[in-house]
């Protein structure tokens, strides 16, 4: 039984792989794993079945015989963990790849994720013109740092891992905002990141969901 | 040889435990794993050799032997995975405290970060005190579910794991806010999370470093 993840029913973002499920059917497709999808509507997500899955009323889910999980990244970190293809055989190149995903959602991924509220929640307050630049700082902070350790280099150690796999994921929610462009290897390490035929597959198949 | 870990020369907090390197400490003192500390200054942390330990500039670090970590959440899952007694033997058990890892960092965290953020970064701008309601009611959202999901287990998952450690230590970063009162359930978590006799010798140690 190949395991089972949820995906939105709608996503908000139409189908322009921002939801995170895109992530878990990217890591899925870069070992080669097949896996069903059970799409969950907004009013799904907040109903008792689906937070004895979820807590936190999110997607995605993940479901293999016994097991449940939730959030993202440990989702990725188990399918990597149990199949070749996103996490470096020498122990401590795995256990630094681990360190770029934490680093991807605890360092990287907060800021932007105040950028995004600063952007959609915040937009018809009356401080959100004058405070926006502030935000888009703290990102760039973050940013700077991640463009000088990067380099010239294709991924953030050594081979594709699944952090870089959750580090360009993060750095995605960006492409709308004109941020990245200004780090001009952090947009070509994204753009490293969708030209992988894994990404591609997976993010079809989060757009033919959101189109059809 | 034991590991090294970094540490702020002076922790902003005065030694009241927020600096992320009690995380680590913590997890150490639960496995009885002894270490040692190398402080460093706010300067020295922005300059090369400590970008080359951590690209984001920041404490803690991990280095034992050949291997260099950052992140606190990966460093904990290496302690948890090379040491007994912060992850359960059962296989599912062990990907769900790793879950709980994750959901503190990336879905607690986030909206405390930018409580942090409001109340000490922003504290002088006009917009502060119009805002910082609707920043402690994201925070809110999410006490709300943990706080449904914990009921009235001790521990996230079962018997006490990195996941609790993570999730408690995230959690009390709110100590000052008075937001975690209201929810009893959380603040007994806290609580029990603080009376565990590795947690106190973790703190105590910072606190003798800030203190001196």
Do not use: C
């Not at 973002?13 to 069903?36: F, H, I, M, N, S």
């Not at 703290?138 to 700077?144: E, M, S």
């Not at 001009?184 to 033919?208: H, K, S």
């Amino acid at each position: 039984m190949p395991p089972t993840i949820t995906a939105f029913d709608r996503s908000p973002d139409g189908g322009k792989g921002r939801a995170r499920d895109t992530r878990v059917r990217w890591a899925l497709e870069e070992v080669g794993q097949p896996y069903e999808v059970r799409l969950v509507s907004f009013q799904a997500m907040k109903e008792p079945a689906h937070l004895a899955l979820h807590p936190f009323g999110q997607i995605p889910t993940y479901e293999e015989g016994d097991l449940a999980l939730f959030e993202t990244g440990s989702i990725v970190l188990h399918i990597a963990e149990r199949h070749a293809g996103l996490l470096p055989d020498d122990a401590n190149a795995r256990a630094r790849a681990i360190s770029w995903m934490f680093a991807a959602v605890n360092t990287v991924e907060p800021p932007i994720l105040e950028l995004v509220t600063a952007r959609i929640l915040e937009s018809d307050k009356p401080w959100s013109k004058e405070r926006l630049p502030l935000v888009m700082d703290r990102v760039r902070d973050r940013l700077k740092q991640l463009a000088a350790r990067l380099g010239d280099a294709d991924w953030l150690d050594g081979a594709f891992s699944a952090g870089d796999l959750m580090m360009a994921s993060v750095l995605f929610r960006l492409r709308t905002s004109g941020i990245l462009d200004e780090y001009p290897n952090l947009a070509a390490y994204v753009a490293r990141g969708e030209a992988r035929p894994a990404y591609r597959r997976a993010f079809e198949a989060q757009r033919a969901v959101n189109t059809r």
